[in-house]
């Protein structure tokens, strides 16, 4: 029989002897469906097991990985891990605090037992309802289902052992016809019983539009941004603002503005791990228990997320605030995963468009990257399902736009938010799987085209 990860996780640690020891054991079962003209294309499943070693010496660390899980590999893990990092000790004291002590974690309601099933069959009737959706519009489907069942847990030298067990799902539908029209649906959750293939091809197909294409002009103009496309800018936002990071190094977007007004007073934004719908974690890569953390209340600017490495370089009273993304922190910095934003009085994104005389509805951002990370700049292009908006209705289909422009002003010309909030993510995974996503509503704003895509 297999061993367990807790009885891994206490293997490497009596394996690797004295010192300071974190191990990470993740075990990741998955199943991806992938579709492109409506026939089912590739079916993936994985099933397996990481190690991850995390050694400190010295304020240093060192890690090593390893996927086989006999005596042998598991102690070679284990003495990379020590050995690198007192090879790197050797230039003298490091940044790193240490590993933190044992506190207690909450649970969650992140976990559900069908998805961790893995029925094959599930994401095959998926399918099937989106290819018959999109044969209804003479339409075809490319997309993929997916759904996964991870459990981490976390044993230290310093007495830390923690486990949690989050399942995901996730289904993106893209419609396109004969001329290369598209249109685009997903929808993400913690339970595989609530994508709805149906439902969501049903949406790509709406967005498919045979008229010819209106063109925007560059400048300014009243925008509705629906669920993904709002989901986007925040993970824009988690980079460039809220990273603790590069606001200890003096690069972020709240630098100086803390405790100032960034946004408009409708904004108000957390990093809410137990938030209902919201892909729950009960601890982050560090073990440090995971916790609401107000980031914008009312449009005012409340905090950064840190994980103890950028606690440490930030100072005087900055401490972890449960957000490490790696083990002994990771280059990237810390930045939140569970982003929540209130909803407003708009019934829906018709609502939102009801009182503009001319502007755009977005549905979709696709390569969004960073211009310049102190103004949260960032440009990225329209796709599959952009339309005019015209005397308060949703009209002609447009062309897809480049925009240039900064998140915090794009909140901070925010006029109105639906009431009904979703989780939206991007749903893929490349490597060891960690699913996000942000819980948000649509929103009606102002932004800048700065060209077409």
């Given at each position: 029989?297999?061993?367990?990860?807790?009885?891994?996780?206490?293997?490497?640690?009596?394996?690797?002897?004295?010192?300071?020891?974190?191990?990470?054991?993740?075990?990741?079962?998955?199943?991806?469906?992938?579709?492109?003209?409506?026939?089912?294309?590739?079916?993936?499943?994985?099933?397996?097991?990481?190690?991850?070693?995390?050694?400190?010496?010295?304020?240093?660390?060192?890690?090593?990985?390893?996927?086989?899980?006999?005596?042998?590999?598991?102690?070679?893990?284990?003495?990379?891990?020590?050995?690198?990092?007192?090879?790197?000790?050797?230039?003298?004291?490091?940044?790193?605090?240490?590993?933190?002590?044992p506190a207690p974690v909450q649970p969650h309601d992140g976990f559900d037992a069908e998805?961790?099933?893995?029925?094959?069959?599930?994401?095959?009737?998926?399918?099937?309802?989106?290819?018959?959706?999109?044969?209804?519009?003479?339409?075809?489907?490319?997309?993929?289902?997916?759904?996964?069942?991870?459990?981490?847990?976390?044993?230290?030298?310093?007495?830390?052992?923690?486990?949690?067990?989050?399942?995901d799902a996730f289904m993106k539908v893209v419609c396109r016809d004969r001329a290369g029209r598209a249109g685009f649906g997903a929808r993400a959750a913690t339970a595989a019983g609530a994508i709805d293939g149906a439902q969501i091809a049903g949406e790509a197909v709406r967005r498919v539009v045979a008229r010819e294409p209106a063109v925007v002009e560059p400048g300014d103009i009243p925008v509705v941004l629906d669920h993904d496309a709002v989901g986007s800018l925040l993970d824009m936002l988690a980079l460039v603002a809220f990273n603790g990071l590069s606001h200890a190094e003096g690069q972020g977007a709240l630098v100086g503005r803390l405790g100032t007004h960034v946004a408009a007073p409708a904004i108000t934004l957390s990093d809410a791990p137990r938030f209902p719908g919201t892909i729950a974690r009960a601890f982050d890569a560090e073990g440090v228990p995971k916790a609401p953390l107000p980031l914008i209340e009312e449009g005012v600017a409340r905090a950064v997320c840190h994980d103890r490495r950028s606690a440490a370089v930030a100072g005087r009273d900055a401490r972890s605030t449960g957000?490490?993304?790696?083990?002994?922190?990771?280059?990237?910095?810390?930045?939140?995963?569970?982003?929540?934003?209130?909803?407003?009085?708009?019934?829906?994104?018709?609502?939102?468009?009801?009182?503009?005389?001319?502007?755009?509805?977005?549905?979709?951002?696709?390569?969004?990257?960073?211009?310049?990370?102190?103004?949260?700049?960032?440009?990225?292009?329209?796709?599959?399902?952009?339309?005019?908006?015209?005397?308060?209705?949703?009209?002609?289909?447009?062309?897809?736009?480049?925009?240039?422009?900064?998140?915090?002003?794009?909140?901070?010309?925010?006029?109105?938010?639906?009431?009904?909030?979703?989780?939206v993510s991007e749903g893929e995974y490349y490597g060891e799987r960690f699913a996000t996503g942000s819980v948000v509503p649509a929103l009606r704003s102002t932004w800048r085209v700065s060209g077409g895509a």
């Open positions: 029989m297999a061993p367990t990860p807790e009885e891994l996780a206490a293997e490497v640690l009596a394996l690797a002897g004295d010192g300071e020891i974190q191990v990470t054991v993740t075990h990741e079962r998955s199943l991806t469906s992938r579709f492109a003209a409506s026939v089912a294309t590739q079916a993936t499943a994985v099933d397996t097991t990481t190690v991850r070693v995390l050694a400190v010496v010295d304020g240093h660390t060192g890690g090593a990985t390893c996927t086989a899980l006999d005596r042998s590999a598991l102690r070679d893990a284990a003495q990379r891990a020590r050995t690198t990092a007192e090879i790197a000790a050797r230039a003298g004291a490091g940044p790193y605090p240490g590993l933190p002590e998805t961790a099933e893995l029925d094959p069959r599930v994401a095959g009737a998926q399918l099937e309802a989106a290819f018959e959706m999109a044969g209804r519009g003479d339409l075809e489907a490319f997309g993929l289902w997916m759904a996964g069942d991870v459990r981490v847990v976390l044993a230290s030298s310093r007495g830390l052992a923690v486990s949690d067990r989050v399942t957000h490490a993304l790696s083990p002994g922190g990771s280059a990237w910095g810390a930045v939140p995963t569970n982003m929540v934003l209130r909803g407003g009085g708009a019934e829906s994104v018709d609502d939102l468009a009801s009182t503009m005389e001319r502007g755009l509805y977005v549905t979709r951002l696709w390569y969004l990257n960073p211009v310049h990370e102190r103004t949260s700049t960032v440009t990225g292009v329209t796709r599959e399902g952009t339309f005019l908006i015209e005397d308060g209705k949703i009209t002609r289909p447009v062309r897809d736009v480049r925009f240039t422009d900064s998140v915090l002003d794009i909140l901070a010309r925010t006029e109105a938010l639906t009431s009904d909030v979703r989780l």
